[in-house]
């Protein structure tokens, strides 16, 4: 039997990221939240403690932060004509599980789209003419100039560190010259460079590219954010991506936001609750609330005057398929929303390995590095290239863990005391130049409900359809050349490059930037949110995260998922709470 609970004004569905932006923002603005998330608590001097975080078999091996595959996974197949099996250990992406979300063990590359790719269609199609077939690529209904203002205020809740490119619209020598324009300069000054970077750059710019910091939420210097909160400077200890930071260095939930949500009077956090469905009201004008289970296996029923969906695009669009709410996408016809327009990101890179010189990559950080944007999104020409879309070029030092890092030249065997040999004469002497790319929507990648496998509660789980594109394939072959250009110029020894070959993948960790199945648009017929992230269905559900993305840019996401969760929020508490309603009529 499903128990009842008192109402609250705001559910949210998950507690990472943009959970906490929105229970930050909503509570402040008087309203009483709730949040379930389905992980546990977790804070950095408990759980992070440099004296046990950087344990790589708990955390990188084992998994010890993410989502746990034996209570719920997904199915993957490479196109429709297979038989989608589960995941059974994470490969490819890292589904974050437990308070703050992926936004605890994330590297903290904290960029900013360009104002292009938020009218990647019209922009393209008035540029290049129209688009191929299959290419469901669409503007986001929302662009670069409206969000700017919550870009900002996301870069000063994490005191991002970086070095601006265009402020107010006028260039700043040692910045990005293609970003859109700045209304502030970055709240921290870059990272601390190391020998890799300083090579990279140089070589970049005899290449005539323009090289910049990675805007980094590791902390270059002490910092106290909007809210009060304090962040010490990084250590470069080299455990940011899959581990949380037990130092207050890197920005996440638990040292940006949270502590002082936990003070708020009107602020609830239930953890290990996993919300079920989204619940309609009978006459189906609106959500009346979700239906969790909590770890006594008791399902609840909490009723709420607004839903906010913060489970990553992943969880968001399974509830959402779980839950009757939108039309299902139907790759045959085209059409249907939910669950369209997955997309992921295209990785390739060129490793540099050195004679004499050390790069000595345990000296790292989630963030730490120069790169190029010469070639990502439209900021070169494409006439007859075949392709949309680019990507950074970037050399990183995040890390030497030595369960996870061993590279080795080419021709070196996988295995044995030739690989050990080699592992020990370059594993301080070897750097990476890494293309980042972009991935364009096309009417085969998608997500929808698995019609034979279920998780631990008896429900489908999620099917994933994917496949690099032809365009992908295009925009990877024109750009990792350059990156290999940019390692040779570096003066190693040799040069290995990993090309993107074959099909899609799984197994080996590429990124969790998993985009797409709730996409925004200006229209019912080919989005599941408006503008404002607001379902066109149920005017009371409104939906965050990447799942938004109609496509995926040339960079990491968090930058463009914070600013969107702050436009969100500000919609909800500037317009949706004076009038509740549709923000947008269909
Ligand atoms: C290893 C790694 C490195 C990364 N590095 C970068 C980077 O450098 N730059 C960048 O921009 N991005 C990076 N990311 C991505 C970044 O972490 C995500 O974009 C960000 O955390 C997304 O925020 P979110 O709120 O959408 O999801 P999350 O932060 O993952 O939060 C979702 C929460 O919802 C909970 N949840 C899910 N389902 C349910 C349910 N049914 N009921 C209750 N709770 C539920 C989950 O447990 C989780 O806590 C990285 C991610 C990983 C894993
Ligand atoms: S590299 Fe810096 S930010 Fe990352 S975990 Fe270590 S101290 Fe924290």
Not at 50 to 75: C, I, K, N, V
Not at 87 to 106: D, E, I, K, T
Not at 522 to 532: E, I, K, L, M
Request: overall charge negative; proline content about 6%.
């Amino acid at each position: 039997m499903t128990r009842e609970l008192p109402g609250v004004d705001v559910v949210l569905v998950g507690f990472g990221w943009t959970g906490a932006i929105f229970a930050e923002k909503l509570t402040a603005a008087g309203l009483d939240v709730l949040a379930l998330e389905r992980g546990p608590w977790r804070d950095t001097a408990k759980d992070f403690a440099t004296t046990f975080a950087q344990d790589e078999l708990r955390y990188y091996w084992r998994h010890g932060m993410f989502q746990e595959t034996s209570q719920s996974t997904l199915t993957f197949r490479n196109n429709s004509a297979q038989t989608a099996l589960p995941m059974r250990h994470w490969g490819s992406f890292l589904p974050g599980n437990g308070v703050g979300g992926a936004g605890v063990h994330w590297n903290g590359q904290t960029y900013r789209f360009l104002p292009s790719d938020f009218v990647a269609r019209s922009h393209n199609e008035e540029r290049y003419g129209r688009l191929p077939e299959g290419m469901t690529v669409q503007d986001y209904g929302v662009t670069y100039e409206e969000l700017e203002p919550h870009f900002d205020y996301f870069e000063k809740i994490c005191g991002i560190c970086g070095k601006a490119g265009n402020l107010g619209g006028s260039t700043v020598e040692g910045g990005n010259p293609f970003e859109g324009p700045r209304s502030d300069e970055y709240p921290n000054p870059p990272m601390e460079m190391t020998f890799s970077q300083d090579r990279f750059a140089a070589a970049a710019r005899e290449l005539g590219l323009s090289p910049f910091p990675v805007p980094s939420a590791n902390m270059s210097r002490a910092y106290v954010n909007p809210l009060g909160l304090q962040l010490a400077p990084c250590t470069y200890c080299g455990f940011c991506e899959k581990y949380g930071c037990g130092n207050y260095s890197k920005s996440s939930p638990q040292t940006t936001i949270i502590p002082v949500l936990m003070q708020r009077e009107n602020f609830t956090l239930r953890t290990e609750t996993e919300v079920l469905s989204i619940e309609t009201a009978a006459d189906g004008s609106r959500a009346s609330g979700v239906t969790y289970v909590d770890t006594s296996g008791e399902t609840v029923f909490q009723p709420a005057e607004i839903v906010v969906m913060c489970a990553y695009p992943l969880e968001n669009t399974r509830l959402m398929l779980l839950s009757g709410i939108g039309t299902p996408y139907d790759p045959r016809s085209g059409e249907g929303v939910v669950g369209k327009n997955y997309c992921y990101q295209v990785m390739s890179s060129a490793t540099v390995f050195f004679d004499e010189e050390f790069t000595n990559g345990f000296v790292g950080a989630g963030a730490l590095g120069m790169t190029v944007d010469d070639y990502n999104g439209d900021n070169f020409d494409h006439s007859g290239l075949g392709f949309i879309g680019g990507g950074y070029i970037a050399c990183h030092t995040t890390n030497a863990r030595p369960i996870e890092s061993h590279p080795v030249p080419e021709g070196v065997p996988g295995w044995g005391s030739e690989w050990k040999r080699a592992m020990r004469e370059n594993f301080l002497k070897t750097t990476t130049v890494g293309v980042h790319g972009a991935s364009m929507a096309h009417r085969s990648n998608y997500l929808d409900l698995d019609p034979t496998y279920t998780d631990a509660h008896g429900r489908p789980l999620l099917r994933m359809t994917y496949d690099f594109t032809l365009n992908d394939r295009r925009l990877t072959d024109h750009i990792t050349p350059i990156a290999e250009e940019i390692a040779r110029g570096m003066g190693g020894r040799e040069v290995k490059v990993n090309a993107l070959n074959g099909s899609y993948d799984s197994t080996p960790y590429q990124t969790t930037h998993n985009t797409g199945g709730t996409i925004m648009g200006s229209s019912p017929a080919d989005s599941v949110v408006n503008r404002y992230c607001q379902s066109w269905d149920l005017p009371n559900l409104f939906v965050a995260g990447a799942g938004l993305f109609p496509q995926n840019a040339g960079y990491n996401p968090t930058g463009t998922v914070g600013a969107l969760a702050y436009w969100a929020a500000e919609a909800i508490t500037e317009q949706y709470m004076r009038q509740p309603g549709p923000l947008v009529q269909a």
